[in-house]
């Protein structure tokens, strides 16, 4: 007979770890990769982030500045607070070991009902069941588009792409610039030893290989590959049917900045820990996904304004955004609106009483939900 799990969460990255960071009980994460292989990001993130989750250990550099390049004019951002670069693989592991949920390497292909109590997630490796799941499989949306074909994981997504440089440097570099390419956004993060040298599209296109490798080697020697992919600047729905749906799969990349790490980790706390509320019967099914929903509705105001914002500031031309940001920073516009954005999304500590598990692996206590606090 099949095992039921407690909770199957399809994606091991940021949003699916941090769920399952919060859970107790028979937990399954699928991923199609090991967990911390398979970088898409430049995995810069403010600071506290890796430091909240004591993760310290995946940092590579502290950034304390941002420099924007508006066509030929360059514009300097003090930090609010310091941001980093990190190491996937070191920061996925470390998140990893906070749970205690068993891995299984697969593709997943879709997730059914059974009945009214139990899912199956049909995968490569066969089907699993689970009284409950999460999707955090990123912008493709698999399990929920699944179950309800109005989630169209193509809809208003970015696209980048990215490779590593032997370049080493000091603070963020981000490129607002029609010149570079038509998608217009670059960016060079260093990262200790090397940097992360990448081109991106709001609209989703214009960006070629070819030209990411040119804008690498601008800074020095480039490896040969390249990673990315599609990142949403929407919000979705954040529950579908049966589904809580976390990160990219619930649009939570924010438009504007694409920054969908710190985001991803919040909800995927937040909606862990309110499915261990379900599972210590504390809390009935209909009522953690209205509160989950509320929090991501509370939300949309914010990526609405981002959204806009990223509308005007794509069209505008160099110089004049250049302007408008220097306006922006002599009136102290600039340090108000990095200072609510810097403080959206708190994340939940990981605890440091640990619990061992067994296999050496240490265990965060549950967060309180924020609609519940
Ligand atoms: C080029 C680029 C650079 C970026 N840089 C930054 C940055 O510096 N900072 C930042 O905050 N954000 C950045 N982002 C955005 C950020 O990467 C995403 O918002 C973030 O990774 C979302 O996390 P997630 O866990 O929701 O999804 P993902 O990180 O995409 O993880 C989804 C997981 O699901 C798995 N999966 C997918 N389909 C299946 C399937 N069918 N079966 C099994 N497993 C599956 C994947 O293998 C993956 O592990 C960048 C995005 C791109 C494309």
Redesign the pocket.
């Known amino acids: 007979m099949r095992v039921t799990y407690d909770v199957v969460v399809?994606?091991?990255?940021?949003?699916?770890?941090?769920a399952a960071s919060q859970l107790r009980g028979s937990i399954l994460i699928?991923?199609?990769?090991p967990?911390g292989s398979?970088q898409?990001?430049?995995?810069?993130?403010p600071l506290r982030v890796p430091m909240a989750l004591g993760l310290g250990d995946s940092v590579l550099q502290v950034h304390e500045r941002a420099l924007f390049h508006l066509g030929s004019h360059s514009f300097e951002l003090p930090g609010t607070e310091p941001f980093c670069?990190f190491d996937y693989e070191g920061f996925?592991q470390g998140l990893y070991a906070l749970t205690s949920a068993e891995f299984v390497q697969?593709?997943?292909?879709g997730v059914r009902a059974e009945g009214s109590e139990r899912l199956i997630v049909s995968?490569?490796a066969g089907e699993f069941t689970a009284r409950y799941v999460v999707d955090?499989?990123?912008?493709?949306a698999?399990?929920a588009s699944s179950l309800d074909s109005r989630v169209q994981p193509r809809e208003g997504v970015?696209?980048?792409?990215?490779t590593t440089v032997l370049h080493q440097g000091e603070g963020l570099r981000i490129w607002l610039d029609r010149g570079l390419h038509p998608g217009r956004l670059g960016?060079l993060?260093p990262s200790g030893d090397h940097s992360?040298a990448?081109l991106?599209s709001y609209t989703g296109d214009g960006v070629k290989g070819q030209r990411v490798a040119e804008f690498a080697l601008s800074f020095g020697p480039a490896a040969p590959s390249l990673?990315?992919?599609?990142?949403?600047l929407r919000l979705r729905r954040p529950v579908v049917g049966p589904l809580f749906v976390?990160?990219?799969?619930?649009g939570?990349?924010?438009p504007l900045?694409?920054?969908?790490?710190?985001?991803?980790?919040y909800f995927?706390q937040q909606c862990g820990a309110l499915l261990q509320l379900v599972l210590d019967e504390k809390l009935a099914l209909a009522q953690a996904q209205s509160t989950y929903r509320q929090l991501h509705d509370s939300c949309r105001p914010y990526y609405r304004w981002l959204l806009q914002h990223q509308n005007w500031t794509t069209r505008l031309p160099g110089a004049l955004l250049a302007a408008v940001m220097k306006v922006a920073k002599m009136t102290g516009q600039s340090e108000r609106i990095l200072r609510r954005y810097c403080a959206m999304m708190p994340i939940t500590p990981a605890y440091e009483t640990e619990c061992d598990v067994g296999d050496g692996r240490r265990l965060a206590p549950a967060g309180i939900p924020h609609g519940l606090r």
């Open positions: 399809v994606g091991g990255s940021f949003g699916g770890l941090a699928i991923d199609r990769e967990v398979g898409r990001s430049a995995c810069g993130t670069t996925c697969a593709s997943v292909r995968t490569s955090a499989s990123g912008w493709s698999v399990a970015g696209f980048g792409l990215e960016w993060f992360r990448g991106a990673h990315g992919g599609f990142f949403p976390v990160g990219d799969s619930a939570h990349c924010m900045t694409a920054e969908g790490i710190r985001p991803a980790i995927g």
